[in-house]
């Protein structure tokens, strides 16, 4: 698979698959548009690693994105806790400007927008193998079998995760209402 016409085959059947993983985690098109595109810069370089017996080309890139994303999250808490600091010190003479973040998901209608905005504000919260648990079994909808595979978890562990993300959403949410 290490042919061009091989890679735009494998681009075509997952780039849907991949934005739209991306976009549950970032929640703003513009990030997960270039976030599919660095994914697929990796798939790239390393379609030739792809070890069939090891897993499913399907699991590998749900795992490569996954992973990316959240670096991608890391990066720019690490990048807003930077623009804090500096802040303290005075005004950032860089010109750069951070972008704060804001929830631009193309599937929420407009009138739903803030109560699914708090719902993923949730979710962000939860540790990173339980956000992924509840992205895969409850948004992407994966089979346990599936997500368990994709998380290279057994489907015990998986169930698990999911059940403590549950609990940690509903108390999440209790608080907002006190």
Do not use: C
């Not at 059947?13 to 513009?30: D, F, I, M, R, T």
């Not at 972008?99 to 719902?119: A, S, T």
């Not at 193998?129 to 015990?156: F, H, V």
Request: glycine content about 2%; overall charge negative.
């Amino acid at each position: 698979m290490t042919d061009s016409r091989s890679f735009r085959d494998v681009y075509e059947e997952y780039k849907n698959l991949v934005y739209n993983l991306s976009l549950q985690y970032v929640h703003n098109a513009e990030d997960a548009q270039d976030i599919t595109q660095e994914v697929f810069v990796k798939i790239h370089d390393h379609l030739h690693e792809h070890n069939e017996a090891l897993s499913s080309l399907k699991t590998w890139i749900y795992r490569i994105t996954i992973n990316h994303n959240l670096d991608f999250i890391k990066a720019k808490k690490t990048q807003k806790r930077f623009a804090f600091i500096t802040s303290l010190f005075g005004p950032d003479d860089s010109g750069r400007e951070l972008d704060p973040g804001h929830f631009d998901h193309p599937g929420v209608l407009m009138e739903d927008k803030e109560e699914v905005e708090r719902l993923f504000s949730f979710i962000d919260n939860l540790p990173e193998k339980q956000r992924t648990a509840i992205i895969l079994m409850k948004i992407e909808d994966r089979s346990q079998k599936e997500a368990a595979e994709i998380m290279n978890i057994t489907p015990k562990a998986l169930e698990s995760l999911v059940q403590r993300a549950k609990q940690s959403l509903s108390s999440m949410m209790e608080r907002r209402k006190s």
